[in-house]
């Protein structure tokens, strides 16, 4: 019987973060199996394991192809369940270096104690940054119930990528960002058109201090509570539009208005485009 660790990502708190299921051995699995799997937990991502691709690289015994299936389907990548997984595997193996081959990709994570637990550092793909277009963006609106003038003029709309797609949007207030209640079957029709994985929402808090939300109809939940593929794309967005500086250190909060509080680190370094995303992660009992 194949088993499913529980875990949760971007707070050391079972009660907190976002949920991921993690099989650390999917290697008597198939495709369905996997979304069986996945569809049975109800989280928004599970993520299963199995042996490496040649010439990988990694240290023996930690590297491993990674593949991650929400209630409905298979997404490229997905980084809360990737940070699970680190830590669901350093806390068999001991902290130290990793090496995933994920369907973007190759995402090599560390793994370090920190605080009496485990806190992983995903490292992305190579990131991009696209314009959304008018009537794309007019649309995500609508399903949104966003009228224009909620929108930050300072965070412009953008499509971005560091694994996956995302719709960034900047809410103007708190307010705005907290008050959420869309169009399902119209936000995930638009974001099956343009290859969304979620809507990142951002309200900008401070200086390197945001607050986001991530509505996520495409795997089947509402709202993801704290997504670190959304939040790698964010910091490729952030660096390319001006709004940090090329070496920085952001830290998004994420879930509050869910109930279940996380928090994301997101580090930018000079002369790399990779975004570095980390996090704790602990068991559910």
Same mark, same amino acid.
């Given at each position: 019987?194949t088993?499913?660790?529980r875990y949760t990502a ?8 976002n949920p ?6 999917a290697?008597g699995?198939?495709?369905?199996g996997m979304?069986?799997i996945?569809a ?6 599970t ?9 990988l690289g990694g240290?023996?015994?930690?590297a ?5 299936f ?9 980084g809360h369940a990737?940070?699970?997984? #680190?830590? *669901?595997? %350093?806390?068999?193996?001991?902290p +130290?270096e990793l090496?995933? &081959?994920?369907? $973007?990709?190759t ?8 605080d009496?637990g485990?806190r992983a550092?995903?490292t ?10 008018p009537?794309?963006l007019?649309?995500a609106l609508?399903?949104l119930d ?5 929108l930050?003029p300072?965070?412009p709309p953008r499509? #971005?990528? *560091?694994g %996956?797609r995302?719709l960034?949007l +900047?809410?103007a207030?708190? &307010?705005?960002? $907290?008050d959420l209640?869309?169009d399902?079957?119209r936000?995930?029709?638009l ?10 929402l951002?309200?900008?808090?401070g200086?390197?201090?945001?607050d986001v ?5 495409v795997?089947?939940v ?7 593929a ?5 910091? *490729?967005y %952030?660096r ?10 952001l830290?998004?909060?994420q ?9 994301l680190?997101?580090?930018l370094r000079?002369?790399d ?5 980390g996090g ?6």
């Amino acid at each position: 019987m194949t088993e499913v660790l529980r875990y949760t990502a971007f707070s050391a708190d079972p009660a907190g973060g976002n949920p991921a299921g993690v099989v650390l051995d999917a290697s008597g699995l198939d495709e369905a199996g996997m979304l069986r799997i996945a569809a049975g937990l109800g989280y928004s991502e599970t993520a299963f394991l199995t042996p490496p691709p040649e010439g990988l690289g990694g240290a023996p015994g930690r590297a491993f192809t990674v593949r991650y299936f929400s209630p409905k389907a298979e997404v490229p990548f997905c980084g809360h369940a990737t940070v699970a997984t #680190a830590v *669901a595997l %350093a806390e068999r193996t001991g902290p +130290g270096e990793l090496v995933f &081959a994920t369907p $973007a990709g190759t995402v090599p994570v560390s793994v370090t104690a920190a605080d009496g637990g485990l806190r992983a550092v995903l490292t992305s793909v190579e990131p991009y940054v696209e314009e959304a277009g008018p009537a794309d963006l007019a649309e995500a609106l609508a399903a949104l119930d966003w009228p224009e003038s909620d929108l930050d003029p300072g965070i412009p709309p953008r499509i #971005a990528y *560091a694994g %996956a797609r995302h719709l960034v949007l +900047g809410a103007a207030t708190r &307010a705005r960002l $907290a008050d959420l209640a869309y169009d399902f079957p119209r936000l995930e029709a638009l974001m099956r058109r343009l290859d969304l994985t979620t809507v990142q929402l951002v309200h900008r808090t401070g200086p390197a201090l945001f607050d986001v939300r991530d509505p996520f109809p495409v795997g089947g939940v509402v709202e993801d509570p704290a997504t670190g593929a959304a939040a790698a794309a964010f910091g *490729a967005y %952030a660096r390319e539009l001006g709004l940090v500086p090329a070496e920085a250190v952001l830290t998004l909060r994420q879930g509050e208005d869910m109930g279940r509080p996380g928090v994301l680190t997101v580090e930018l370094r000079a002369g790399d485009a990779r975004v570095r995303v980390g996090g704790s992660a602990v068991r559910i009992a």
